[in-house]
T-cell receptor, first 115, second 116 residues
Framework: AQSVTQPDIHITVSEGASLELRCNYS??????LFWYVQSPGQGLQLLLKYFSGDTLVQGIKGFEAEFKRSQSSFNLRKPSVHWSDAAEYFC?????????????FGSGTRLSIRP | ETGVTQSPTHLIKTRGQQVTLRCSSQ?????VSWYQQALGQGPQFIFQ???????GRGNFPPRFSGLQFPNYSSELNVNALELDDSALYLCASSLKTGGLSGNTIYFGEGSWLTVV
């Protein structure tokens, strides 16, 4: 069965420091992978997505993610975080046939920023 | 702004009651999906509608049902509410052109349901 694991429930980093959020997936075929961000009380905003091609994907707000098939990972990175990056981050995998596509989310990583 | 609007934003219901949540898709999108996000968890897929028919369902009981209208707006109905139904309900719209490849899925800001 398809699944997504985000091993870090909560991460705190200092403003200006680099960030890496971990994500591992389980999916039998070529995965469609996503990272979403959710600010408190808000909906989900797509940061970036991977379907095929270059394994290093650039997203909005200075985020990037690297797809590593051998490790079944899709880690999210940012070289220098800003206080406004504090939020909940969800890794997700697209699943299902083309006629009933759904997204399976991980349980999320809460990011706090230390001034 | 994703162009996906949901209503109401917050509501409180009593156990055993019924609730209807509404979603207006982004213009031109013909597919809508609903997700339930319990506190502290990731969203879970409830079901998807395409051209007014259910087109995939997650692990939710039949008391969760939906509708999609000719203008592609949608409703989520939950009967016999239980305390565990308290959650954020998210609507997502997309344009089905053969699956997730190349499609962008847009989420609304959700409807917060509290069951007491």
């Amino acid at each position: 069965a398809q699944s997504v694991t985000q091993p870090d429930i909560h991460i705190t980093v200092s403003e200006g420091a680099s960030l890496e959020l971990r994500c591992n997936y389980s999916y039998g075929a070529t995965p469609y992978l996503f990272w979403y961000v959710q600010s408190p009380g808000q909906g989900l905003q797509l940061l970036l997505k991977y379907f095929s091609g270059d394994t290093l994907v650039q997203g909005i707000k200075g985020f990037e993610a690297e797809f590593k098939r051998s490790q079944s990972s899709f880690n999210l990175r940012k070289p220098s975080v800003h206080w406004s990056d504090a939020a909940e981050y969800f890794c997700a995998v697209g699943a299902g046939s083309s006629s009933a596509s759904k997204i399976i989310f991980g349980s999320g990583t809460r990011l706090s920023i230390r001034p | 702004e994703t162009g996906v609007t949901q209503s109401p934003t917050h509501l409180i219901k009593t156990r055993g009651q019924q609730v209807t949540l509404r979603c207006s898709s982004q213009s031109g999108h013909n597919t809508v999906s609903w997700y339930q996000q319990a506190l502290g968890q990731g969203p879970q897929f409830i079901f998807q509608y395409y051209r007014e028919e259910e087109n995939g369902r997650g692990n939710f009981p039949p008391r969760f049902s939906g509708l999609q209208f000719p203008n592609y707006s949608s409703e989520l109905n939950v009967n016999a509410l239980e305390l565990d139904d308290s959650a954020l309900y998210l609507c997502a719209s997309s344009l089905k052109t053969g699956g997730l490849s190349g499609n962008t899925i847009y989420f609304g800001e959700g409807s917060w349901l509290t069951v007491v």
